[in-house]
């Protein structure tokens, strides 16, 4: 396993310079992308057909953080509404981190990726006019000056992300591979060939157990966030930073990873497991309240239930903490019922579910880790630091989001830069010669685990205490508590994965890890507190120039 504290050497995967007893299997593509949400399947929809494209899932196609997304995507579509507008709005979330290039390039082409998911088919709520033209209907997020949240509902992550998916399953040049997951990146690097290409990737196939080797000219990282590092969270459980902790090892740097996003609100019930209750309902009047009935969030900020989230997250963290109480409450019952179900059928099925009709009563609410706002370091063409390696979506840090995410960015940075990076890898693909047969995984000095617990349990231990350590608020205590737990686990990790035959479970934890130890890093790095990051030590925005804090792993071609 990978080793937490990332100054010592970190191994590559397990290579058979000679050749196996039983051959493997080799797949071989131009172009291999690793993760089947937005970022991923608007890549691979992008290339042309005369290329051969590979994409990975680790479960079944259609799962990840895009399917459950309720709110929307961001994007100047109304009249009254202009670029600048969105801009300056991106740039106030993000309290002074934004790059302003990317910012602009991301809004300038947000119009273009939202008629661009029209033409594949998403049904987007509005009504259609006599002339067959379409008047959407646009909400308001924390954070938004104006109405542009175009949505389909609240389950327009599922909209998407069935679309694509349909679409990419129409294409005969592109493999869906559901059950993968990716243990590592080949480069050349790590072949000792010289220079650092990357030229595929070893993947476990879930359902027979078996590692093989994905050859391909260019590799493409589009494997969501981190947030299953938290214990409390609105992700699936595949959001286990594996994107960013493969490219970490194998020499790209990252930025930007104390910026953890956590939604205000998510469901509070023991059976819910990981529920997010959409911004949106916050847009259309829905109040946030203590458990006596009484408003709070004026007392936060002037914006009230409409601030960014950061704000709000910290506000109810620090209710909750002040009364001693499990949750909070978010009312929406004012509102008329239809509409309600109108524009929050999968919000009303799903909290009626657990026996509550949020048309009559406040729904029970608490903060969850939601979004990795800190990646791999890409450009706006997204490439990352090795050749032919490319990101898209949130695995990356792209300068977009800056200190703190605004509601509703995130998936039109999946649209917006996975068809730029397509763009790129066309023109650049023929700089790129095919990759020949490369080393088999080796797993001639491993067996098969004979204490399978030491996973989950280690598991459990990350998780909490990344929530009680390195969550909303921090102190340098405890996060010098936190990076020695995660020193001692990645030692432990590391040894596991070196002698046992490689699981799912065992990878993503390994991943987890790896991401926390840079999380923490992070953290520890930046002296102040500034959007996402707050620090009882440092609760001031430091004086002079706002920095990124950016890390180089000893292998990278940049030290």
Partial sequence: MATASGT?????????????????????????????????????????????????AKSVSAEGSTFYAQGGVAAVLDAHDSVESHIEDTLNAGAGLCHPDAVRYTVEHSRA?????IDHGVAFTGEERDDHHHDYHLTQEGGHSHRRVIHAADATGRAIETSLIDHARARDNIVLHDNHIAVDLITTAKLGHGGNRVLGAYVLDRHCGKVE????????????????????????????????????????????????????????????????????LRGEGGKLLLPDGTRFMARFDPRGELAPRDIVARAIDHEIKR????????????????????????????????????????????????????????????????????????????????ANRLASNSLLECLVFGRAAATDIVARLPELPPVGELPAWDESRVTDSDEEVVVSHNWEELRRFMWDYVGIVRTDKRLQ?????????????????????????????????????LIIRSAMARKESRGLHYTLDFPDVAPGEPHDTILVPDNSPLR
């Fill in 213 to 280: 080797v994905f050859r391909a000219r260019t590799v493409v990282l589009a494997t969501g966030g981190a947030s299953k590092v938290y214990l409390y969270t609105s992700n699936p459980d595949i959001s286990t930073g594996d994107g960013i902790a493969m490219a970490w090892r194998a020499g790209c740097r990252v930025a930007n990873l104390e910026f953890n996003q956590f939604h205000p609100t998510c469901l509070y019930h023991p059976k819910a497991k990981s529920f997010l209750i959409t911004e949106a």
């Fill in 8 to 56: 010592r050497h970190i191994p590559g995967p397990r290579l058979c310079l000679r050749k196996p007893m039983q051959p493997q299997t080799q797949h071989h593509y131009d172009v291999l992308i690793i993760g089947s949400g937005a970022a991923g399947l608007t890549l691979a929809l992008n290339l042309p057909p005369s290329l051969n494209v590979a994409v990975l």
């Fill in 323 to 402: 009364l001693g109480v499990e949750c909070l409450y978010l009312d929406i019952s004012h509102r008329d019922a239809d509409f309600i179900k109108g524009h929050f059928p999968t919000v009303y099925a799903r909290c009626l579910e657990f026996g509550i009709d949020i048309t009559r009563e406040p729904i029970p609410v608490v903060p969850a880790a939601h979004y990795t706002c800190g990646g791999v370091m890409v450009d706006l063409d997204g490439r990352t630091d090795i050749n032919g390696l490319y990101a898209a979506g949130e695995v990356t840090f792209t300068g977009l989001h800056g």
């Fill in 481 to 517: 508590r936190a990076k020695r737990r995660v020193d001692l686990l990645g030692g432990e990790i590391h040894e596991y994965y070196g002698n046992f035959r490689v699981t799912n479970d065992l990878l993503e934890l390994r991943n987890l890890v790896q991401v926390a130890d």
């Fill in 113 to 117: 990726a939202i008629q661009w998911l």
